[in-house]
């Protein structure tokens, strides 16, 4: 297989639509994302492929062959280090500025839940993490790499405010335009035609913390308040497609998102920051029989069956993630609310008719699912589960739905 990783720069705030309807008779506001969906961002890029090549078009078979391309990401990246969505799993006290990480932790005598499925433990804070009750404050989206090796490798449930520095990044800013259509014949805006977009400036992420005054109350420099940033995309072919050879030299302007705004498409080799880091590497390895493996999702999931995995058990809760994995049994799952996935398909493929695809459920980015190891080596899941994705569906998979990383709890 190669693999190619690519740079995204945008040269305008991007449109990340949700799948409310927006056009003429449908509404004059447009909603949006807080992050691009994966399949935007495959779709985006198999197109740019075939552009980049004057020798490629679209007919034929072209579709099918795109299809076949592995696309994962978007990732915001400073410097060369990836960042990733915040966890689920993490809790911020209000009053005491503790940072919590949530386990599943068995009932008790008298107490009760309503699952699903029988053998799933609530995850939730131990009893002296409880202590005080307190509203939970707002954690930082963006979580560089090295952070996130420390939260999915230490032994550690509770951490100091300070753990939270300068490197944690908030949500993209969100630009709201005003636009109007003006009448052709009068050169004036036509009458009850005005509409808005909301797009993501993904140029700059504000910095979650420290806070941007000063002691003194002086505004502090952009530099400091805001981190300049790219974004990080990955690209995994079939080594005899050797039609899309170009894409190890991709140069190219390109759409992303809606209302075509641009985005400079560049391969540039920084592999190094999709890898598995020693640290997570060690820590599974090390992993034996009934010990806990957690599974956080980088990009939303779809799996068949809702929340839970197609290659998971219904009765027993186990199953294997990777094909030559460890065997894991699902004790807890820390997850929000499901997010709807829905598009437009511009191709006639075999199992999808070209025209508008039906709405799916989400599992979020930054769901954490906790399994305890049954039998085989977790080092497996560094190897070869590092950022490769768990879905159900193949093509899910080669749009880069469900993206897993792994720790251990």
Known sequence: MSVTTLQLTARDPIIARDGRPFGAGQGN????????????????FRTALVKANPALTFDGEMPQRLMKIEVAG????????????????????????????????????????????????????????????????????????????????????????????????????????????????????????????????????SRFYPKDLTAD??????????????????????????????????????????????????????????????????????????????????????????WRPNWLDAITLTGKPTSDGPTLKLVGVSNARWKAVSGWSLAKLKDQPRGPKPIRRMVPAGSVYFFKKVEGDGNILATNGWLNPVSDSLQDRNDGFGLAVWGTW
């Open 29 to 44: 506001r447009m909603h949006g994302l807080s992050w691009p969906l994966p399949s935007v961002v495959a779709g985006s």
């Open 217 to 306: 109350k002086k505004p502090k420099p952009f530099s400091e308040r805001f981190a300049e940033i790219t974004l990080s995309a990955r690209v995994t072919m079939d080594e005899i497609e050797k039609a899309f050879a170009h894409v190890e030299n991709l140069n190219t302007w390109h759409p992303l998102g809606g209302e075509r705004r641009l985005v400079h498409w560049q391969a540039n080799g920084h592999s190094t920051a999709w890898r598995c880091p020693p640290e997570i590497s060690a820590k599974l390895a090390a992993v034996e029989k009934d010990d806990g493996i957690r599974m956080v999702l980088a990009t939303p999931a779809i799996f068949d069956h809702g």
């Open 74 to 205: 978007v990732f915001p990246t400073v410097g060369q280090e990836l960042y990733l969505p915040a966890p689920s799993d993490c809790v911020w006290d209000e009053k005491t500025g503790k940072i919590h990480r949530l386990r599943p932790i068995p009932l008790e005598q008298g107490e009760g839940v309503d699952f699903l499925l029988d053998g799933l433990e609530p995850v939730r804070l131990t009893q002296k993490q409880a202590e005080d009750d307190f509203k939970p404050k707002t954690i930082p989206a963006w979580w560089p790499l090295q952070k996130y090796v420390e939260w999915l490798t230490a032994d550690t449930i509770e951490y100091v405010p300070e753990w939270f520095d300068n490197k944690f990044l908030s949500n993209a800013k969100v630009e709201t335009r005003d636009h109007v259509c003006l009448d052709a014949d009068t050169g004036a805006a036509a009458e009850a035609q005005l509409f808005a977009t909301a797009g993501l400036n993904v140029t700059h992420l």
